[in-house]
């Protein structure tokens, strides 16, 4: 059977660098599934569409293609601002859910487990997975870790807009009614506002392997 670890989380929290550095250690498949919406979003912006049009937004999710993917531009943040009101919309929401759980069931490459990160991956894309991890961090940090990142990618970036940001994102998904960033009752929560990368990365290593140790037995 298929090893699924759910990490999710606000933000700018460390989830993606934990998830893809477990992935890689246990030789799983990774996917980061807020690409997926970005890529949503980034179409809509790309035609000059309201990321609010439920219509163009399902059919834009319907259609994406690896090619959208792989769109460096998915990082920017106003693809994360579309993104997140894309992310509000039902129909959408039930595209991306098929994919997602099929990653999950068959990993590409057949690798013996996936390791996804998200918003909703331990509540609804995989509700029965072993492993779930829900990785926050205090607002203020997650804003200076964001606007450190954001001028190394050589992007202009004022910290207090950076929070404000993220504050309005964090609202818009947990707030949103389908699927909205929750913790799910069985996830360890890592909170890595005063840890790095390593720390957090060895702190979620110890849970899995615990995970999965319990689910061999
Ligand atoms: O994680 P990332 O910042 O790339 O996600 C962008 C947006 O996509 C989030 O703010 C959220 O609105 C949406 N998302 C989601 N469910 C997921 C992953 C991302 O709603 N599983």
Request: neutral net charge; contains cysteine; charged residues 30%.
């Amino acid at each position: 059977m298929v090893m699924i670890v759910a990490i999710d989380g606000p933000g700018a929290a460390g989830k993606g660098t934990v998830a893809r550095r477990l992935a890689e250690h246990f030789g799983y498949a990774y996917l980061d599934t807020g690409k997926l919406y970005r890529a949503v979003a980034k179409r809509l912006l790309a035609a000059h569409a309201d990321p609010g049009d439920a219509q163009a937004a399902e059919d834009a999710a319907r259609t994406l293609g690896p090619e959208h993917l792989a769109d460096p531009d998915l990082r920017r943040e106003e693809v994360a601002r579309a993104a997140a009101i894309v992310a509000q919309d039902k129909g959408v929401r039930a595209v991306l859910l098929d994919f997602q759980r099929r990653f999950a069931a068959h990993p590409p490459g057949g690798a013996p487990g996936a390791v996804m990160d998200g918003r909703d991956i331990g509540t609804v894309v995989c509700p029965d997975a072993p492993a779930k991890l829900f990785v926050t961090a205090a607002a203020a940090e997650r804003a200076r870790r964001r606007t450190l990142e954001l001028r190394e990618r050589g992007e202009e970036a004022i910290y207090a807009r950076v929070l404000e940001e993220l504050e309005v994102r964090d609202r818009r998904d947990s707030e949103r009614t389908t699927a909205p960033l929750a913790i799910a009752k069985d996830a360890h929560v890592l909170d890595t506002t005063e840890l790095d990368a390593d720390a957090a990365f060895a702190a979620a290593l110890v849970f899995v392997v615990a995970r999965r140790a319990s689910r061999l037995v």
